[in-house]
C-alpha cells in the first residue's frame, strides 16, 4: 500500500516537472497569442467570471492562470479596491504574467509561481477564483479543487474551464491523433489524467467539484470557435503554444515532424469557409460554492 502511494507521489511529481518545462518553453509563443486568444476566448472568460461570483473589489484567485491574458480582464472588473493572485507552475508564463500587468498598470495584481494542488496561501483568504484551461492538466485535478476550496471563504464562488468530449473538438482530436500517430505512440484514452480533454467525460467534474466539497455545482457548455484568416495561422499558433503537441513531436527529427505538420495541415483544411478558418471547440464551464459555515 505505501508503495503504492509512494508510486504515485513519484509519478504526479515526474508529470509536473515535465508539464512545468514544458510550459516553460511555450511561454513565449503563448504570450505572443494573446490577441487571438483573448478573441477566442472572450465571452467563454466573461460567463466563468460572472459564475465564479467575480465582482468590484472582489479578491480573486486565478490558478493556472498562464500569462495573464484573463488575469488582466478579472483585474479590470475588480477595479483598484480588488486583488487578483495569478498562479502557475511554470516560472517563465509567471514572469510574463507579472510583465503583462505591470504594462497594463495593475499594482492590484499578485503574480506566484505555484502547484495548483498546493497553492500555499491562506485558508479562505478569497472571494472567487476562477481556472481557464488548467485543471485538465493536474495529475490530481480533485486535490486541485480541495485546495481551490480551502482557500475561498465561505460562501465563496469558483468556475472552472475545460474541453469538452472529443467528439466536440474535433481539432485538438486531430492534432493529438496525429502527433501519436508520427511519433510511432499508441492512441492514448482521452479521458487519461492530465491530457487536454481529461474532463469533458459528461458528469465527471461535477462529480470532481462535489467530491471536493462544493455545493450548488453546475455545468454549462459552450461553443467557442476558433476565427482564424486560415489553417495556416491556427497552425503557427499550435507550433509556438500548444505544450502537449509539441511535446509528443520534439521527439521526431525535423523531417519526420514536418510530416507530421502537413497531415495536420492537410485535415484541418476541412474547417476551411469563405469567411476564413473555424475551428470548433466546446468548453465546459462547471461552478460551484463553499459552502458558508465551513472551516
Not at 237 to 264: H, K, N, T, Y
Request: aromatic share 6%; charged share 20%; net charge negative.
Amino acid at each position: 500500500m505505501n508503495s503504492s502511494i509512494d508510486d504515485r507521489i513519484h509519478g504526479n511529481q515526474a508529470f509536473k516537472a515535465s508539464m512545468r518545462a514544458q510550459w516553460d518553453t511555450a511561454a513565449a509563443g503563448w504570450n505572443a497569442h494573446a490577441a487571438d486568444i483573448r478573441h477566442w476566448l472572450h465571452k467563454p472568460t466573461d460567463a466563468m467570471c460572472r459564475m465564479a461570483g467575480v465582482r468590484r473589489g472582489s479578491r480573486v484567485l486565478d490558478v493556472a492562470a498562464g500569462s495573464g491574458e484573463q488575469t488582466l480582464a478579472i483585474a479590470q472588473q475588480v477595479g483598484a479596491q480588488g486583488h487578483v493572485l495569478a498562479t502557475d507552475l511554470s516560472p517563465v508564463i509567471v514572469a510574463l504574467a507579472q510583465d503583462n500587468a505591470i504594462r497594463a498598470g495593475f499594482t492590484h495584481v499578485e503574480t506566484r509561481v505555484a502547484d495548483g494542488e498546493d497553492l500555499g496561501v491562506p485558508e479562505a483568504s478569497f472571494d472567487a477564483a476562477v481556472c481557464r484551461l488548467g485543471l485538465m492538466f493536474f495529475p490530481d485535478p480533485l486535490q486541485g479543487l480541495r485546495e481551490i476550496h480551502r482557500a475561498l471563504r465561505p460562501g465563496g464562488g469558483v468556475c472552472t474551464m475545460v474541453f469538452s468530449r472529443p467528439e466536440k473538438n474535433p481539432c485538438l482530436t486531430i492534432l493529438m491523433s496525429t502527433a501519436l500517430k508520427h511519433a510511432g505512440l499508441p492512441a492514448r484514452d482521452p479521458f487519461s489524467a492530465g491530457g487536454l480533454l481529461s474532463l469533458g467525460q459528461p458528469g465527471r467534474i461535477d462529480a470532481l467539484f462535489r467530491s471536493a466539497g462544493f455545493h450548488e455545482v453546475a455545468t454549462i457548455a459552450l461553443e467557442a470557435v476558433f476565427h482564424l484568416p486560415s489553417v495556416d495561422h491556427y497552425l503557427a499558433f499550435v507550433r509556438s503554444s500548444a505544450s502537449p503537441i509539441l511535446q509528443i513531436l520534439g521527439r521526431l527529427d525535423a523531417a519526420s515532424a514536418e510530416a507530421a505538420w502537413s497531415e495536420m495541415r492537410e485535415r484541418l483544411m476541412s474547417f476551411t469557409s469563405h469567411e476564413g478558418w473555424e475551428g470548433p471547440n466546446e468548453l465546459l464551464l462547471t461552478a460551484g460554492r463553499r459552502p458558508e459555515g465551513t472551516t
